[in-house]
Structure formats: structure tokens, C-alpha cells
């Protein structure tokens, strides 16, 4: 007998393994994968792009990027620290394999990937 669905927040995650039978995970994953979940994220995703997950345009396009005019707006505010810092963690990586934009230009297996996987896409800028 394994315990129920609703009884899993607050177990610390490490006990869980030996908690779920069978029929709780069966249990747990028809309960969050239904039909209406399926077609909300097929509408969602339909019109995503990389775009959307450039936190400073998405807060810019929905009018909340401004600190003075918006005071106190956690979400922007923690988020925004938190895209720096990764933003900052990916240029030191990067300046360690590539000096200039030269060092990218040189590297054109690099470049015909990068090209390939970006076409159609927004590329966010990292200066």
C-alpha cells in the first residue's frame, strides 16, 4: 500500500523512493497529465518561441520592467537578479574558450550548429 498522492508535499525527497508504490505513481501522472492540461500546453507552446524566455523583453512587453513605476515587485525584482547572475556565469565560460568574436568566426562547425539550431529564433544578447 503506498501513500497517497495528496499526503507527498513536505516528505523530504529523499524518502520518497521507497514511499510510492506503483499505483501512486499511476495515480500521480493521470492526475497531472489530462486531456485539458495536454491541449493548454499545445496552446501555449504553439505560439512560443525563445523570446519568451528573455526575462528583460517579456517584463519590458508587459509593462513591469520600471522599479519607480512598479515598486515592490518581488517576482521582477529576485528574477532579475538571478537572470544576471546566469547571465554573468555564461560570459566568463565563454570568455574562457572565446577572447574575441574572431575566436567564434574561426570555430565554424561552432557556427554552422549555432546557425542551425537559432534559425527563426530570438537570440538574447549576453552584453
Known amino acids: 500500500m503506498g501513500v497517497p498522492a495528496g499526503y507527498l508535499m513536505g516528505v523530504p525527497a529523499g524518502y520518497l523512493p521507497p514511499l510510492l508504490s506503483t499505483e501512486t505513481v499511476q495515480l500521480i501522472t493521470h492526475r497531472l497529465v489530462l486531456p485539458g492540461h495536454i491541449q493548454l500546453m499545445e496552446k501555449y507552446y504553439k505560439d512560443s518561441n525563445w523570446c519568451s524566455y528573455d526575462l528583460p523583453k517579456v517584463l519590458k512587453d508587459r509593462g513591469v520592467d520600471d522599479p519607480e513605476k512598479l515598486p515592490g515587485f518581488y ?17 566568463r565560460i565563454l570568455s ?10 574561426e570555430v565554424k562547425c561552432t557556427l554552422k550548429v549555432f546557425k542551425t539550431l537559432s534559425s527563426g529564433l530570438c537570440l538574447i544578447s549576453l552584453s
Open 96 to 105: 574562457i574558450y572565446y577572447h574575441s568574436d574572431e575566436d567564434i568566426e
Open 75 to 91: 517576482y521582477r525584482d529576485d528574477a532579475l537578479r538571478l537572470w544576471n547572475a546566469i547571465k554573468d556565469y555564461i560570459k
